[in-house]
C-alpha cells in the first residue's frame, strides 16, 4: 500500500476513511465499529492465536453496502481483511498490525433459494452452515459440506478457504460443488458469476479463482452451490486397531466392500482420544479395556436402511477375520452414532483448552502418512519428554493428516523443532502443506514448498491483475516480495 509514513496524516486519513464508512453504512455505530471493545472478537482469531489492530470493523448488510466499502478503502489505500466466523486455522481472516479495516460478513445471512428440483440453494456470504443446512434439509436436501466448526463458520469463509471437512470423501472438494458465486472486486465493481447450473463450459471457470483464495482476489458475497438429496439412512462405527499401516489396508477394504455408501473415513491416534477423554466433559472411552493405537470412524450413507447394515455387517466380519480390527463398536443410535463422531469431531477443541498448540494440515501419499507423526515424537522426545505431545489425526480417506503438537506454552525452542523441518519433510514427499485449511498468515511465507517459483509468480500476476492496489487481504495466502515483483 501507498500509506503515508507521516503519523498525524495518517491518523486524519484514517479519521476521514471511517466517517466515510460510517456515512455509507447509514450513520450506524453498531455496523462500523471503532473501540477496541466492539472490535475484540473481530480483532483476534478462534484459537486466541493471531491478533491484529483494525483501524475499524465494518458489518454491511448488502452486497451495495460491500461495494462501497472497498471502494472507500480503494480511495484511500487502505487493506480491507474479509472475514467470516472466524474459525479458520491459519489466521487468513484475523487482521494484522497493519490498521486494516475488517469486513465481517454475518449481517449478509440470508438464504436466498433452495430448489428441490435442481438440487441447489443460493444464500448470502455471511449464512453459518449449519443454518444453510437445517433449510435445506427441510427440504430432503443436505449441504455437500460438514466440519466441526459449522455452527459458527459462513458460507463465504467455507468458499474463500475451501473448506474440506468431514465428508469430501463422499461429496468431493467445494470446487465441484459451488455452482455459482458473487463477488466485489477490489476495485468496488461486481462479477456475477450467480449460476446454478451443472454444466458451464463458456470460457474459464472465474468462480475457481475465487474459491480457496482466502479473500485475496475480491471478497465472495454469494454462493450457490449443490444440494444433494439428503442420506436416508446413515450409520456410523467406530475400529480399535493396533497400526496406521491397518488402518490403511481397512480402507482399502472400505472402499470396496462398502463402495457407493462409505461416506466418512476419518482416524485418529491414542494420544488424541486421551486428549479428548481428559479435555471434554461427557465423553467416554469408546473401547474400554486394552486402550488401542489408532481409532477408524466409518460412516455410511444411503437410501436402504436394510440393505447399508447388511453391507456394514458383512464389512465388519471382513475384517474381523482377517484380523485388521481388534475390535469394534458400532453407533446404535442416533445419540450414541453422535457420540462416537464426537470424539473425532470435537480433538481440535479438546487441543485448544489444551494450552498452545502448532498446527500443520498436510496432504502426504496415505500408506507413509502417520511417518511424520513418528519421527516428529522422536524429535521431540529427547529434548522435550513427555511436555509436548504429538498428536495425529485427519482425513484418511483424503490423505490428509492433521499434525499437532500440544504443549502447555508456546515455545520458540519447540517451534524450531518444528520447522522448517515439517514443511521439508512434505516437500520432499511431494505432499502439501496446506491440505484444507489455507496458507492465510501462517504458511503465506512457506507457499513454495508445494508451489514452483513459476506457479507463485504466476499467482502474483493475477493477484497483481486483480487487486492493483494491494488492498485485499494483503500478507496472506503469498509472499509479500512475489506480490512486490509482480507489482514492479
Ligand atoms: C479437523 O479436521 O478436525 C479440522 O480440520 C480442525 C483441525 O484440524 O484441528
Ligand atoms: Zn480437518
Same mark, same amino acid.
Given at each position: ?5 507521516? +503519523? ?11 466517517? +466515510?464508512?460510517?456515512? +455509507? ?9 471503532? $473501540? ?25 448488510? $448488502? $452486497? ?29 481472516? *484475523? ?14 445471512? !440470508? ?39 459449522? !455452527? ?8 474463500? *478457504? ?120 461427557? /465423553? ?25 447394515? +447388511? ?30 463422531? /464426537? ?31 513418528? /519421527? ?15 498428536? !495425529? ?5 483424503? !490423505? ?60 502474483? /500476476?493475477?493477484?497483481? $491483475? ?23
Amino acid at each position: 500500500t501507498t500509506r503515508t509514513s507521516d +503519523a498525524s496524516t495518517s491518523r486524519t486519513t484514517d479519521d476521514a476513511l471511517v466517517r +466515510a464508512l460510517a456515512r +455509507a453504512l447509514g450513520g450506524d455505530d453498531a455496523r462500523v465499529r471503532t $473501540t477496541d471493545a466492539a472490535m475484540e472478537k473481530y480483532a483476534v482469531d478462534w484459537q486466541n492465536k493471531y491478533r491484529g489492530r483494525p483501524l475499524c470493523v465494518t458489518l454491511p448488510r $448488502t $452486497t451495495e453496502e460491500v461495494r462501497a466499502i472497498v471502494r472507500l478503502c480503494a480511495e484511500y489505500r487502505t487493506p480491507i481483511v474479509p472475514q467470516g466466523g472466524n474459525t479458520g486455522l491459519v489466521g487468513g481472516a *484475523t487482521p494484522t498490525e497493519a490498521r486494516e479495516v475488517v469486513v465481517c460478513m454475518e449481517r449478509m445471512n !440470508g438464504i436466498l433459494s433452495v430448489d428441490e428440483d435442481a438440487g441447489c440453494a443460493t444464500c448470502e456470504a455471511g449464512v453459518v452452515l449449519e443454518d444453510l443446512e437445517s433449510a435445506v434439509r427441510s427440504r430432503g436436501m443436505t449441504v455437500p459440506l460438514d466440519l466441526g466448526a459449522k !455452527g459458527k463458520c459462513q458460507m463465504g469463509g467455507c468458499v474463500s *478457504t475451501n473448506a474440506g471437512g468431514l465428508r469430501l470423501l463422499r461429496y468431493g472438494s467445494l470446487r465441484g460443488s459451488v455452482l455459482g458465486l458473487e463477488v466485489v472486486l477490489a476495485n468496488g465493481e461486481v462479477l456475477d458469476l450467480m449460476r446454478t447450473l451443472r454444466k458451464d463450459n463458456t470460457g474459464y471457470d472465474l468462480k475457481q479463482l475465487f474459491i480457496g483464495a482466502e479473500g485475496t482476489l475480491g471478497l465472495v458475497t454469494k454462493v450457490a452451490i449443490s444440494t444433494p438429496r439428503a442420506p436416508l439412512s446413515v450409520h456410523v462405527a467406530l475400529f480399535g486397531l493396533e497400526s496406521f499401516a491397518k488402518c490403511v489396508e481397512m480402507l482399502k477394504l472400505a472402499r470396496e466392500n462398502l463402495g457407493e455408501v462409505l461416506s466418512a473415513y476419518e482416524f485418529f491416534d491414542r494420544e488424541s482420544l486421551e486428549l479428548v477423554l481428559a479435555q471434554l466433559k461427557g /465423553t467416554r472411552d469408546p473401547l474400554p479395556g486394552k486402550p488401542r493405537a489408532f481409532y477408524v470412524v466409518v460412516e455410511t450413507s444411503g437410501s436402504v436402511a436394510k440393505h447399508d447394515s +447388511a453391507k456394514l455387517k458383512s464389512f465388519l466380519s471382513i475384517v474381523r477375520r482377517r484380523g485388521i480390527v481388534v475390535d469394534g463398536v458400532v453407533g446404535r443410535d442416533e445419540k450414541h452414532a453422535f457420540a462416537l463422531w /464426537t470424539l473425532r469431531e470435537r480433538i481440535s477443541v479438546a487441543l485448544k483448552y489444551a494450552g498452545a498448540v502448532y498446527k500443520y494440515d498436510v496432504s502426504l501419499p496415505t500408506a507413509r502418512m502417520y511417518n511424520l507423526v513418528t /519421527t516428529l515424537r522422536e524429535r521431540f522426545e529427547p529434548k522435550f519428554g513427555s511436555s509436548v505431545k504429538v498428536l !495425529g489425526y485427519g482425513h484418511l480417506g483424503d !490423505g490428509n493428516l492433521h499434525l499437532n503438537i500440544s504443549c502447555a506454552e508456546y515455545d520458540d525452542a519447540i517451534e524450531r523443532a518444528i520447522e522448517p523441518f515439517v514443511y521439508e519433510y512434505v516437500r520432499d514427499e511431494r505432499g502439501s502443506i496446506s491440505a484444507e485449511h489455507g496458507l492465510g498468515l501462517m504458511k503465506a511465507e512457506e507457499i513454495h514448498y508445494s508451489k514452483d517459483a513459476k506457479a507463485v509468480a504466476l499467482m502474483a /500476476t493475477m493477484k497483481q $491483475t486483480l487487486d492493483p492496489l494491494g488492498i485485499m487481504n494483503p500478507r496472506k495466502v503469498l509472499p509479500v516480495a512475489a506480490v512486490r515483483a509482480a507489482a514492479s
